[in-house]
């Protein structure tokens, strides 16, 4: 079963709903069954992931990580203590 757009309904920030789901929004895909005999663990979850992705609109997909360097980071850490520097005027020493 794959639930898509429950954040219209519910935000996380939410106590209550604050919209009914009952206007469209709110979707259950229920799926075809997933038969786990013969399959690993992860040959199972592959195929569970591939089931809920087929499901859920393109502003919901998971993004692809992205692989960053540890040189990078620091190049990017760098930039933005720089960058915040000049913004808000205040010497601040980076190493």
């Known amino acids: 079963i794959t639930l898509s757009n429950t954040h219209a309904v519910m935000p996380s920030n939410a106590l ?12 259950v895909h229920v799926h075809d069954p997933i038969y786990p005999e013969g399959k690993t663990d992860s040959e199972i979850a592959d195929e569970v992931r591939k089931a809920f992705m087929s499901k859920l609109p393109a502003d919901q997909q998971p993004v692809e990580p992205v692989v960053v360097e540890e040189e990078e980071i620091s190049e990017i850490v760098a930039d933005a203590i720089i960058s915040e520097n000049n913004s808000t005027g205040k010497k601040v020493a980076t190493s």
């Open 16 to 27: 209550f709903p604050v919209q009914s789901g009952g206007d469209g929004v709110l979707r």
